[in-house]
């Protein structure tokens, strides 16, 4: 439906409504058939046939709009104040709870802010009438350098793409997931009013993590690498990869694609370790380490690779970390297939290579 949100129209939209069924009334009188005009006007096929009906009973004029839409208590000038003071938060207002915009707090800003009465269901249409919806906001962590963040976006991903450019190398984006043997939940079939029950693990103390890496190069395929560690909870068993695996990743990684390499990845602390920069700098004629800003996951597209792999493996059913393994590598391995999925998850970041593929 080309108008889905509900809380009426604004005088724009009623307009451009009441040209779509002026429009639609040139089709009936050509005789168009209901489902082509509902296709080419992006509109559903119910709203055509009533159309149609009033049409065949008052002819053009039965379509015109039959008055001025409601007249919104709030001024346009009131409603961009409004909409600034929203995106500022909850707690900028004084509602220190949680960071919730709920209706009934929308309400009491709207009779702080201008000494207008509304009730909540107005306040919901309001909303709805500017384009809001109810959503789940996305974390981000009060640790964040937003500066740090915007002069990587502009200085150090360019720096990262100019070295790759002058080396011939791949960009190559590096990240860590894990997975235990209690699966992620995803949605199945089920009558209404019964949920759904999935038999999950309820002990199990190991985990399989995951290091991958996205490989990007202008003009070229691109790869997603991985390498796995198994961890089966056992005393003095490491949790989690040591310096000498990443060591051997970015090696393998570097003779997988036979050219140089510009990796990049947070600032984890094996990261960092002065083994790693040694081995950095006695390869640096086919290696170069750029370090992405922290806390700014949304920046790195192997974050996108564990969504899609998350999503893939909801509900799994694993007796034991060897049919975990088993079904990572399985899964992992169809992501390696379609190289356009690993672009959408570069494209999610809002970076580009900026040079278009060559097929």
């Not at 009779?111 to 207008?116: A, K, T």
């Not at 509900?315 to 399985?330: P, Q, W, Y």
Request: glycine share 10%; hydrophobic share 35%.
């Amino acid at each position: 439906m080309r108008y889905a949100q509900a809380g009426g129209y604004t005088p724009e939209a009623q307009a451009a409504r009441e040209r779509l069924r002026l429009e639609a009334a040139e089709r009936f009188e050509r005789g168009d058939a209901t489902g082509e005009i509902a296709r080419d006007l992006r509109v559903g096929e119910r709203s055509v046939r009533q159309w149609r009906r009033d049409w065949r009973t008052g002819g053009v004029e039965a379509l015109r709009s039959k008055g001025p839409v409601s007249v919104e208590r709030l001024s346009r000038e009131q409603w961009e104040r409004l909409e600034a003071e929203l995106k500022r938060g909850p707690l900028v207002h004084g509602f220190e709870d949680d960071q919730r915009w709920t209706l009934k707090r929308i309400k009491l800003l709207i009779g702080r802010m201008f000494h207008v009465g509304y009730t909540v269901q107005g306040v919901w249409k309001l909303l709805r009438r500017h384009g809001w919806t109810c959503q789940v906001p996305v974390r981000r962590a009060v640790e964040r350098d937003e500066a740090a963040i915007e002069v990587w976006k502009g200085g150090g991903v360019a720096a990262g793409k100019s070295t790759a450019a002058d080396l011939g190398a791949y960009v190559c984006f590096e990240d860590e997931t894990g997975q235990g043997l209690s699966p992620p939940k995803g949605r199945t079939w089920a009558p209404r009013g019964a949920r759904p029950v999935v038999r999950v693990r309820g002990r199990g103390r190991g985990r399989v993590n995951v290091a991958g890496v996205c490989c990007f190069r202008p003009g070229h395929r691109t790869h997603l690498f991985y390498k796995l560690h198994v961890y089966h909870g056992r005393k003095g068993e490491p949790k989690s990869f040591s310096w000498q695996e990443y060591r051997d990743l970015i090696t393998m990684t570097h003779l997988q694609l036979r050219a140089p390499v510009v990796w990049c990845w947070d600032n984890l602390s094996v990261h960092l370790r002065q083994e790693l920069a040694d081995f950095a700098e006695e390869n640096k004629d086919w290696l170069r380490v750029f370090q992405m800003p922290s806390y700014a996951p949304e920046l790195n597209p192997a974050e996108g690779v564990w969504s899609l792999l998350k999503q893939s493996i909801a509900n799994f059913v694993a007796a034991d970390l060897t049919s975990l393994t088993r079904i990572i590598k399985r899964k992992l391995k169809k992501i390696q297939y379609r190289p356009e999925l690993i672009d959408g998850c570069l494209a999610g970041t809002g970076l580009a290579m900026n040079v278009p593929k060559i097929e």
